[in-house]
């Protein structure tokens, strides 16, 4: 064992149960506290030269990890609630009003994506979620930007007929693009 992994394994052995209490009693849902603590002992790896040698000054310095991982996790889960907030305005806007509440329809809208072909999730959710442009997208699932353009157009259309409840096309088969992807 190298001395970067004796110092890593100290760490994650002295410091790492009070650092994921401290995630635990920071992320709603505390579930998220372990996905989170794991993205601090990726960093604590990579930065283990770096690490006091004193006790509480290495303790203080894996909670610091902590406490940035923690604030870029919350940024990423404001990001993707805005992101299906956007979507449901827009499906919303294009869809006549059936007087469902705003719960009830992002529960509906998560459904509806979740029953979607991968191909027509995948666009949907980088465009709403990641918030890149249909050129961008292209670029991520290897297609044209113009047919691109027209998948994610097909996809919120079979999105907002899955949310009117007549989808004339079988949600599991749309999303499967004949088209091969351009390298």
């Not at 009830?104 to 709403?128: I, K, M, P, Q």
Request: glycine share 8%; aromatic share 4%; hydrophobic share 40%.
């Amino acid at each position: 064992m190298t001395p970067a992994e004796r110092r890593f394994e100290e760490l994650a052995t002295t410091c790492g149960p009070r650092v994921l209490a401290y995630l635990a009693r920071r992320t709603t849902p505390r579930e998220d506290a372990a996905d989170v603590y794991q993205e601090v002992l990726t960093t604590t790896w990579r930065k283990v030269h770096h690490a006091p040698e004193v006790q509480g000054e290495a303790l203080a310095w894996m909670l610091a990890i902590a406490r940035r991982t923690l604030a870029n996790h919350r940024r990423s889960t404001g990001r993707r609630l805005a992101a299906t907030d956007r979507l449901r305005h827009e499906l919303a806007a294009s869809l006549p009003s059936e007087g469902a509440g705003g719960d009830d329809r992002v529960d509906e809208v998560r459904s509806a994506l979740a029953d979607l072909g991968e191909d027509d999730r995948e666009v949907l959710l980088l465009t709403y979620w990641e918030g890149l442009t249909s050129e961008q997208v292209a670029a991520v699932v290897g297609a044209g930007a113009a047919a691109t353009r027209k998948r994610i157009q097909r996809a919120r259309e079979r999105l907002a007929g899955a949310l009117r409840g007549h989808d004339a096309v079988p949600l599991a088969a749309a999303g499967r693009s004949s088209a091969a992807p351009r390298g």
